[in-house]
């Protein structure tokens, strides 16, 4: 108490202190570090900058979204057995009977959805770099207005770096969380929708004021000539700023030119054609297999399980349906053949065009006595378990006479890694549903 009392440099001492009790209540000065507005140095800091970077990814992030959206639609999660979130109760009110046509729309969406997502990294990381004074504001809370601000954000920063995170690792294959992709990725994606919508709403104002003011003359200021923003309410300019080392414009080169690079990097695994060698940030510089078969494999027979003795002179396909019928590879052969050129396009980004010779499934469906229109079918693997092991084909899909039970690609026989004895090919459906080694159809009338 003693040094209440003892007034410093001949100021009167506040004479409530004197007998008011004292209670508890949050330090007028925030802690040392980052939590004192002065730790943040950078002169260009400022609400320009995140203005500009904010409209960038305002430009992008719809259409990763839309496109994400999308791909969950194309698995019609309608159908018994494809629905990979089960809880997902009203977030599914926009699904559809993906269709047949264009046969390349989901290489084109998911293509889209993953690559453009990547480029956008670096620009996600500038932002979050611009704003990082806001994240030590200090109180913490202030008002129950600033406190509802704070936890908008903490759902937007922490909805977006978790899209990105879950995404990255799951095109790399590399299923360390602890949570299954699909329900976390999509629950997170509205979570984060939903953050970014007020978000939005609650800056625009200042983005476009900003802008109007400001313009874009930093476009064409050089490090020389770089300035501070004036002080500001925004807690984005510095009150004690170093002075530049980087422009403003340089600081937007450096973020666009590491997203031109991821873009330059990744975009050849959805291309197919020598620009496919230029995904050096994708799986590349392997061998597959030979000949037709020498294309992207993710999971090869090995692997899950699938063994020669399975699939040789052995193997019968199952056909269910009202007239069940058991076909050998050779029946399959000697019925009608069809060879159309579509892609397989995998929810990690990769696709390739190929042509693929096969019976149509629409003629088994036939052979076992359902009428294609109104049938659709479940498929099953040689391989157990798991989420590849079967799928449902809608009736569309099943309808539609490019849609094939292949077996062979680019006129050579499927190799074992492909899905030898025979695979599924379906025009526009996404990778996962060309199943591989399949055992059995069963054809049943349509449910939805
Ligand atoms: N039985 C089975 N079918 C499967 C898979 C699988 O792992 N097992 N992978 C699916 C996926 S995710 C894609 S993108 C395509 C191509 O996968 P691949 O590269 O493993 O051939 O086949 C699909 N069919
Ligand atoms: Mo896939």
Redesign the pocket.
Known sequence: MTSENAPAGGRTPRPSRSWRPRVPTLPEDPPPGPFRPEFWRSPIRGPWLTSVLGLILLAGVPIVAITGLLSYAAYNPWLPLNDLTPGKGLLGFYLFDWPTNPPWLYRLTQGTHVILGLTLLPVLLAKLWSVIPKLFAWPPVRSAAQALERASLLLLVGGAVFEFVTGILNIQLFYVFPFSFYPAHLYGAWIFLGALAVHVALKMPRVVSTLRTRGLRDLRTNLADTRPEPPDTSGLVSPAPAPPTISRRGLLAFAGGGALAVFALSVGQSIDGWLRRTALLAPHGRVYGTGPNDF????TAAS?GVVAEQTGAAWRLEVMGPRPVRLSRADLLAMPLYTYALP?A??EGWSTQRDWTGVRLADLARLAGAAPGHTQVVVR?L?RGGV??RVTLSATQVADPRSLLALRVGGADLSL???YPA?IIVPNAP??H????VRMLEFSPETA
């Not at 992207?296 to 999971?299: A, G, M, S």
């Not at 060309?434 to 080694?437: G, L, M, R, Y």
């Open positions: 992207q494999v993710n999971k899950v397989i995998c929810v693997s391989q590849f092991s890694d492909h899905g695979r990778g996962v060309n199943t591989k080694w």
